[in-house]
């Protein structure tokens, strides 16, 4: 169960990772739109309305974001700061779902405003369990702020 308008983005620059998360998202039964942009400054754009992310009928803006860290351009915590720090879009919620197990990466990030840090898991069946629950909690259960107005 979940609402088809809520549009999920998903921050990813390994094309096999995207893949896992979209058939993770049919095995769940989660019929949200899912965004992809594979680099942080596409991220930035995308979340900004600009070309070639302008049209937000098309590019709407997310309920959720799935960030990776190591990603090309511009780093997941260089597009979380940027985000943290935008009047009209700081409230969105921001999982970051990373292979990296530092304590310094996580409480970096977490020291940026991120919501929730996730390992990669390496199995399968744990991502669509990951999946399932970020959909029960952040776009299900969750009240979402109002974006928008700073």
């Not at 860290?69 to 779902?97: N, T």
Request: net charge negative; glycine share 4%.
């Amino acid at each position: 169960m979940s609402t088809e308008e809520d549009t999920i983005l998903l921050i990813e620059d390994n094309p096999k990772d995207v893949l896992l998360m979209q058939r993770a998202l049919r095995k769940a039964n989660i019929a949200n739109p899912l965004q992809v942009v594979n680099d942080g400054d596409a991220a930035v754009l995308y979340l900004s309305g600009v070309e070639p992310y302008n049209d937000r009928c098309r590019y709407p803006l997310p309920v959720l974001i799935l960030l990776d860290l190591k990603l090309p351009r511009r780093s997941g915590a260089e597009v979380l700061m940027w985000l943290r720090q935008q009047g009209e879009l700081k409230r969105l919620p921001v999982v970051v779902l990373t292979a990296s197990k530092e304590y310094a990466d996580i409480n970096h990030i977490y020291d940026l405003g991120v919501n929730a840090y996730i390992v990669k898991p390496v199995a399968f069946n744990n991502l669509v369990e990951i999946v399932k629950t970020l959909n029960l909690h952040w776009i299900i259960f969750n009240e979402k702020p109002q974006i928008g107005t700073a």
